[in-house]
């Protein structure tokens, strides 16, 4: 028994069923949620929580309780606004009639802040098919009413064209409402709501980052056979696909980045609207060199952001600033001190997902893979690693190193590089 309100074994056996059955990952940020929330339905349902648990698996209602309870709805209006703006640049080349399917819609924010875009570009015909695990924020986006305070992000003449006041609350208007169609679907274990081929945007920001990494890679697999080549994936601001699949192609649209999905007959430079700058030095030869220990992370130091991290990504996850990345490098030292390597590959490829480029959390993640028999993903993360040092100046990465020079950091990836060439 730990300090949580459920015991180990049974929390281990809820989070297995819940990995099995949607995806979710237990790790330190969601541990404590699960517990609190396993305790409060099985004492909802009278039952110990081990009954409770055991009874999950094979009653459907009971499951269902649980992920309302579970599931995490941070959501807004327009949240990154950056995105809306990139959706209005793309919607000349989209086909019509367009649908865009809004995964993991939350209480519905993002779907209607879809349809407001849609129907204030004049674009003629459209539909939103917006989906999510929870039956509660389901019903939440087919009532589409809101509270003042969940109106963040809407300015008042947006407000205005598309809510009426229904006394204290705020109702989005009919002419969107019957456009947004709110379906239950589980990302992890069905298929895309829409016949291949129909549907031109997807919008799945913030969800696959609670995932493991298996089922974020199956579902991406499933949604490139289910879009067209072209067809544009929206995800958070602070998730990517680097190193998990080559499906998509990252592109610039203004000031936001947006994946496409990849034609395998097309060149890649043909995608590209606006690409990032190439990597500087991507074919230098490696040079061997003796391994030093990996650096650590400075635990003292705030944490030193790259690229695309932001104090404004993943609210509703770990915080970038202010020492998300930091604790999971922590987290996932310890997986590897606990010789529990799975568990470190998870926790470091969160920490390279909310931070892409920074080459520690790719170094951690390559050491993890590598532990775990995993040689060809540990070559890329590595590789990941040593571009990022390349894009990334040494003063900045050696602000989170502990008393290493990065010099030592590029002679272990050399090293490791070399080593698996
Ligand atoms: C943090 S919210 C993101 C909302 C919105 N996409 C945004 O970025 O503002 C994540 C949503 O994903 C849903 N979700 C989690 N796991 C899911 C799954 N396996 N299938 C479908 N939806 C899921 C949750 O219920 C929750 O509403």
Request: with cysteine; charged share 25%; net charge neutral.
């Amino acid at each position: 028994m730990t300090d949580e309100l459920v015991p180990d074994g049974t929390l281990a056996a809820a989070a297995r069923l819940l990995a099995r059955r949607v995806g979710l990952r237990l790790d330190p940020a969601i541990r404590g949620r699960l517990s609190r929330c396993v305790a409060e339905e099985a004492t909802a349902h009278r039952v110990d929580a081990a009954d409770y648990v055991g009874r999950l698996d094979e009653d459907p209602a009971l499951l269902q309780d649980l992920l309302n309870r579970v599931t995490v709805q941070e959501t807004s209006f327009f949240r990154d606004p950056g995105q809306f703006a990139a959706l209005r640049t793309v919607l000349p080349e989209v086909t019509s009639p367009l649908t865009i399917w809004s995964a993991g819609c939350a209480n519905g924010q993002e779907p209607y802040s879809l349809a407001m875009t849609l129907a204030d570009a004049g674009v003629p015909a459209w539909q939103i098919v917006a989906t999510d695990l929870s039956t509660r924020a389901l019903s939440r986006t087919r009532k589409a009413r809101y509270a003042e305070r969940e109106l963040r992000g809407l300015d008042d003449g947006t407000r205005d064209r598309h809510l009426f006041r229904v006394g204290s609350e705020w109702q989005v208007t009919d002419a969107l409402r019957t456009r947004v169609e709110a379906r239950h679907h589980n990302l992890v274990a069905e298929p895309p709501p829409f016949e291949p081929g129909t549907c031109d945007v997807v919008f799945c920001r913030n969800v696959l980052i609670y995932f493991r990494q298996e089922d974020v890679v199956a579902f991406l697999e499933r949604l490139a056979l289910w879009m067209r080549p072209g067809a544009w994936l929206f995800l958070g601001y602070s998730e990517s696909l680097w190193q998990v699949t080559d499906r998509f192609q990252l592109v610039r649209v203004g000031d936001s980045f947006v994946y496409r999905h990849r034609d395998p007959h097309e060149r890649p430079a043909q995608v590209a609207l606006d690409r990032q700058p190439a990597t500087r030095n991507q074919n230098r030869r490696p040079r061997p060199a003796p391994a030093p220990r990996a650096p650590r992370p400075r635990p003292d130091r705030p944490h030193v952001t790259f690229g695309r991290t932001g104090a404004d990504s993943a609210p509703d996850g770990p915080k970038v600033e202010g020492g998300g990345v930091k604790e999971l490098l922590a987290a996932g030292e310890a997986a590897m001190n606990e010789a529990d390597y799975p568990l470190a590959v998870a926790t470091f490829r969160k920490a390279a997902y909310i931070d892409p480029d920074q080459p520690v959390a790719h170094l951690h993640l390559g050491l993890a893979l590598e532990a775990a028999g995993e040689a060809a993903s540990a070559r890329r993360a590595f590789g990941a690693a040593r571009a990022g040092l390349d894009r990334s100046g040494t003063a900045a990465v050696e602000a989170v190193l502990e008393g290493y020079h990065v010099d030592e950091l590029v002679r272990l990836l050399d090293a490791k590089l070399g080593a698996s060439a």
